[in-house]
């Protein structure tokens, strides 16, 4: 698939959760994916800064949906599991995530993502995700 063909598909799948915390796509092609959201008051913890929380479920969004096209094509799956480092404060207002895709194999993908407060910023958190296909 073309890369605009993976980016309008992504936005019309856009259900559920992510869409409940407004995450948007910005960025699509076969092993990767940029995905970002507004920060809104109540995202923050009391310190004022992303919770932890917001930011691991951006991280997801991000990592499942550059895993669903790490072969070319779709290929659904279920994130197995995540290492999560939190390495500074988030307070936004944009908040970005990067997916790329390290390996993908026959039945499952790893993918790494780092989180910015904007393109230009230092990473703010990191994550690998392994992803499971469901097709196999």
């Keep these: 698939m073309e890369d605009k063909e993976i980016l309008d598909y992504l936005k019309k799948?856009?259900?559920g959760f992510a869409d409940v915390c407004?995450?948007?796509y910005r960025e699509a092609s076969a092993g990767r994916c940029v995905v970002a959201l507004q920060m809104r008051e109540q995202m923050k913890n009391p310190q004022g800064f992303a919770h932890g929380g917001l930011l691991a479920t951006l991280m997801d969004v991000a990592a499942g949906s550059t895993g669903l096209f790490a072969h070319g094509h779709v290929r659904p799956m279920v994130?197995?599991?995540c290492s999560i480092q939190y390495?500074?404060?988030?307070s936004g207002p944009l908040v970005l995530a990067e997916g790329?895709?390290?390996k993908a194999g026959r039945r499952s993908a790893?993918?790494?993502v780092d989180v910015?407060?904007?393109a230009s910023a230092a990473v703010c958190a990191s994550g690998f995700f392994e992803l499971c296909y469901l097709d196999v």
Excluded: A, Y
């Design 13 to 15: 799948r856009q259900v």
């Design 22 to 24: 407004g995450i948007e």
């Design 79 to 81: 994130t197995q599991s």
């Design 87 to 90: 390495l500074r404060p988030v």
């Design 100 to 102: 790329i895709c390290i």
């Design 110 to 112: 790893v993918v790494r």
């Design 116 to 118: 910015r407060e904007n």
